[in-house]
């Protein structure tokens, strides 16, 4: 029977030995290492690591693992998370009125696609509702103004804990979150930005590249951090454009490109293969 | 036998009979067009194209087009260029230390692959001298220093004059050239500028890539203005990165794609391919 | 008011004033050119042309158009199409039990991306229906034995000309379709290739790269002929994958660009900037 | 002092533990793990590992390492090779008549960028012989006719055992090579094919591409193996084409493509990254 695999994600300052102590760790309660990835930034001596093995005969209950794995990670002043392949995180959509990004992610979903579920999708516009409802998506509407502001969020932050979320997912969302906010969801929440991050960070960025005459547009997945377009960047990609598009054609082909990235970056996410460090990510892909 | 062939590139405020009126141009003058490209702005309504017929059994003399084509230019207010195919521009590349960009046009032109000749190497420092006489090839040095910028750039346009330069190529040439020196070779300066433009302009776009964590590098060839790095933007690139590479990396990486990126925007302009309109370019690829 | 753009897409021998002789006809008859793309094959010395100009002012009706048209392509041996860009055609989608395909185009339309009516969607199985049905469209079940293929294909050749089929796309759809029955829709057929064509032509095209070790896969978009995967290709796109990517893995990382491939290929399609020329296409992008 | 490190690349079946003993083995040895990457096949349950440590402070000398690790990987049935970044590889490069490889490797080398001492260039024709000469490199002419070529391969053989030659390129050399000199080689000899494999293999790849009308050309590097075009794939990369591309167009993209593919699989190789595994490879990037 598959009882699914257990992943730990850690970094420390680098030290010899912390591959075999690791390693160790596993094999001495009979683990079975299925990945391993390794990471030695040359700069700073810092050690990132990534390790998933088999719960299947592995000697420690899921329980049991922090417990025994606390102390080696104490005397090694690690920061660690501890994952199971086999728990389906509770996600939740923001949305404004770009809906492209929703769309794929309710159709990944439909096809089995998605390694997460979608609890609910919030937003600040009614255009998704249909389209969410008819999914048998919960849908909740939070119309955003000057001065309520503060109060929504605070609604909306509640809502997040009764819905036991795991993950924000901004898919196209057109409000600034607080940092009150994005600190309840420190690297658990994944935005998508409609160019090449850093250029045309900001508004707009589909008529900023068509003024500026660029030959090829791009889209970025990142962590929302409080300056929101300087997040931890987890994916990029771009295509090619001429002087031919106008901006309506720039449009159309960046919207392929965001739903590739934001379902690229959340992939990475779903299956534990991120560190922050800093401002940057690695990737264990 | 082969005559080669004209190729006018023209823009001009868009009105209806345009290509009909120039198409009967050429086939008044029993020409053969063997490429034709049109180009209408939806903004501002402003016409461009690039026209390249036969000369062979063409009515008119290579002396006699302007002349004739003239009074048509004039009546719909067109700025326009006549190039002959058969005509090898005459270049000069500028370079200070990194010699890749160098050395890869050194080799096309060795292999034959070249639509110019390199008259002369520039640089501000020595080390290209060798290689560069060793393919027979002019080189002088112009020191700069703070004090003898002016008098050295003079010096460099009077060079330039007697070379009968057509087009100046910066090959990663770290001196930043005055709007007097720009202003004698108005699009007919080409830099490479080793990032996606306009995400880290200005120095070591190497290090604020890395610094930043970006996931793709990007190079970027550009007619050079009078603000260096905001140039209309002729050909981009770019390439994939991840958390492993180190700036040494980086610029490993990013050194294939210059060298590739500046052939590409060097070959499109050999190739009368470009029209400069604003801050960008109409590339009839 | 805007009245749409006619759009002639043409074909003949090269000869000398082609170019002008079109635009003359637009020009006297008071038309606007609003793009104009042309393209001479060096072998074979043919000529493959696309204007789109505006109806608004234009002084020939659009049933006139063709009628006055025909006497100058009879007199240079045209083949030729004429399209109005307001004109939405009417298509069906062949699908199997692949439905990644089938939703992109179905949320593209939801999206008002897509510029074809779906008229209907037709399988040999029953996944799709639900979802088909939801968004209204209509489904219709074919089931494809040994034996009743030829009726079955007879009675689909039936209801697509009942439901005045412009364009049949297939989505994914496993069955091989008669000669006869491309016979009936010649170039109107657009098909997807789950492989970079010409490599992995045939059945299991994952499972082709996988064996293989290659290092990219591509995902092809093309006109059906009698053989199926020879058809001329309209667009190709490609994605890397490494030793690490499963099966699975190359099968997640495949439908992401067979979607975008297939969207571009029957965009270029339905924009009516493809001209079939023997086993190749010219797409006037 | 920099000692340089050492890289261990292995395979052997999946067993409990491995990754734990291999690291005990490094660490009991003082040494400091730089990189580790390791891959489990899941059909055939297949362990791959590169570990990369500091010889500096390391407890065994360089002679003494494979004694001591022999026994442990004899107990777990392991192929192994160890490599030292500081040892220089000694290479030999054929060469027909297309240059454009081997200058891309000569240039690479003059800037200091070659991991690997270019010892000889080896042709069946002259056009080479001055530009290798001028750059102080040995160069060799082997005409070969159909009845001195097992001969002129036997020459071969020995000047390179000579020559104490540890990686044999073929850069875009035209002649078959015999299973025996393949065999003296084996996962030792790189060649670039000027086609996206498996399509096109054989001669006349652009021909072919051309012919096909595909919409992106690649290049792929692969170790040669008896049957030329079917050895692992080590890298490829694509580029794209259009109807407007003549046969020399598309000749001159793709030997853009051809030198960076060429370089990328050759530092591949050259960086220890690569396990051949049946006919693929595990490339740990």
Same mark, same amino acid.
């Given at each position: 029977? =598959?009882?699914?695999?257990?992943?730990?994600?850690?970094?420390?300052?680098?030290?010899?030995?912390?591959?075999?102590?690791?390693?160790?760790?596993?094999?001495?309660?009979?683990?079975?290492?299925?990945?391993?990835?390794?990471?030695?930034?040359?700069?700073?001596?810092?050690?990132?690591?990534?390790?998933?093995?088999?719960?299947?005969?592995?000697? @420690?209950?899921?329980?049991?693992?922090?417990?025994?794995?606390?102390?080696?990670?104490?005397?090694?002043?690690?920061?660690?998370?501890?994952?199971?392949?086999?728990?389906?995180?509770?996600?939740?959509?923001?949305?404004?009125?770009?809906?492209?990004?929703?769309?794929?992610?309710?159709?990944?979903?439909?096809?089995?696609?998605?390694?997460?579920?979608?609890?609910?999708?919030?937003?600040?516009?009614?255009?998704?509702?249909?389209?969410?409802?008819?999914?048998?998506?919960?849908?909740?509407?939070?119309?955003?103004?000057?001065?309520?502001?503060?109060?929504?969020?605070?609604?909306? @932050?509640?809502?997040?804990?009764?819905?036991?979320? =795991?993950?924000?997912?901004?898919?196209?969302?057109?409000?600034?979150?607080?940092?009150?906010?994005?600190?309840?969801?420190?690297?658990?929440?994944?935005?998508?930005?409609?160019?090449?991050?850093?250029?045309?960070?900001?508004?707009?960025? $589909?008529?900023?590249? $068509? =003024?500026?005459?660029?030959?090829?547009?791009?889209?970025?997945?990142? $962590?929302?951090?409080?300056?929101?377009?300087?997040?931890?960047?987890?994916?990029?990609?771009?295509?090619?454009?001429?002087?031919?598009?106008?901006?309506?054609?720039?449009?159309?082909?960046?919207? =392929?490109?965001?739903?590739?990235?934001?379902?690229?970056?959340?992939?990475?996410?779903?299956?534990?293969?991120? @560190?922050?460090?800093?401002?940057?990510?690695?990737?264990?892909?």
């Amino acid at each position: 029977m =598959d009882d699914g695999n257990a992943i730990l994600l850690l970094s420390c300052p680098d030290k010899k030995g912390l591959v075999a102590r690791l390693s160790n760790f596993i094999f001495q309660n009979n683990g079975n290492i299925v990945h391993a990835d390794q990471y030695t930034s040359k700069r700073g001596k810092f050690f990132f690591m990534r390790i998933e093995w088999e719960l299947n005969g592995f000697g @420690l209950s899921r329980e049991e693992i922090p417990v025994v794995f606390a102390p080696l990670a104490r005397q090694y002043e690690m920061k660690w998370n501890l994952h199971f392949t086999d728990y389906i995180p509770r996600m939740v959509i923001f949305v404004s009125q770009h809906l492209h990004c929703l769309h794929d992610l309710i159709l990944r979903r439909h096809m089995g696609e998605l390694g997460a579920q979608i609890e609910a999708v919030i937003s600040n516009h009614t255009e998704a509702r249909d389209l969410v409802e008819q999914f048998g998506i919960k849908y909740f509407h939070f119309p955003i103004r000057e001065k309520n502001k503060d109060e929504q969020e605070s609604k909306q @932050l509640a809502l997040l804990r009764e819905l036991k979320i =795991d993950l924000v997912v901004l898919a196209r969302y057109m409000q600034i979150l607080t940092a009150k906010f994005i600190g309840n969801y420190v690297n658990k929440i994944i935005n998508i930005h409609h160019s090449f991050l850093p250029a045309f960070a900001g508004g707009n960025p $589909y008529q900023q590249a $068509y =003024d500026r005459g660029v030959k090829i547009i791009g889209a970025t997945g990142h $962590y929302a951090t409080e300056n929101l377009d300087e997040g931890p960047i987890i994916a990029q990609d771009v295509i090619k454009i001429s002087h031919r598009d106008t901006i309506a054609d720039i449009q159309t082909k960046s919207k =392929d490109l965001e739903r590739i990235v934001l379902a690229r970056a959340l992939r990475l996410h779903l299956e534990n293969k991120i @560190l922050v460090y800093g401002s940057k990510t690695i990737v264990f892909e």
